[in-house]
Nanobody, 124 residues
Framework: QVQLVESGGGLVQAGGSLRLSCAAS????????MGWFRQAPGKEREFVAA????????NYADSVKGRFTISRDNAKNTVFLQMNSLKPEDTAVYYC?????????????????WGQGTQVTVSS
């Protein structure tokens, strides 16, 4: 069983930056692919970014490419999402998720474990 706890959300002005963290418990974290998803009010949950266990292979939604960076520290069981040049349309609850099969794809059904989410609000 993997437990995920996100942190780092908050209120920021457009053009600003935030860094989200996701702390994972469990002995096999380093073998999991990790992903970030987000859900805005009235919208479906959508894929943001994913990273495979090596930390080398990453995957991003087109809407965040060039602005967001996903990374991980397997020694600390933590995955990060650095968000730069934030836009009001990035406002959402951001969720961390773990995929034990390590695919790192963009499909939410690949991910077995989810955090509780952290709110990101970008003001214009």
């Amino acid at each position: 069983q993997v437990q995920l706890v996100e942190s780092g959300g908050g209120l920021v002005q457009a053009g600003g930056s935030l860094r989200l963290s996701c702390a994972a418990s469990g002995p096999t974290f380093s073998s999991y692919a990790m992903g970030w998803f987000r859900q805005a009010p009235g919208k479906e949950r959508e894929f943001v970014a994913a990273i495979r266990w090596t930390g080398i292979l990453t995957n991003y939604a087109d809407s965040v490419k060039g602005r967001f960076t996903i990374s991980r520290d397997n020694a600390k069981n933590t995955v990060f999402l650095q968000m730069n040049s934030l836009k009001p349309e990035d406002t959402a609850v951001y969720y961390c998720a773990a995929d034990r099969y390590g695919s790192g794809r963009s499909y939410s059904h690949d991910y077995e474990y989810w955090g509780q989410g952290t709110q990101v609000t970008v003001s214009s």
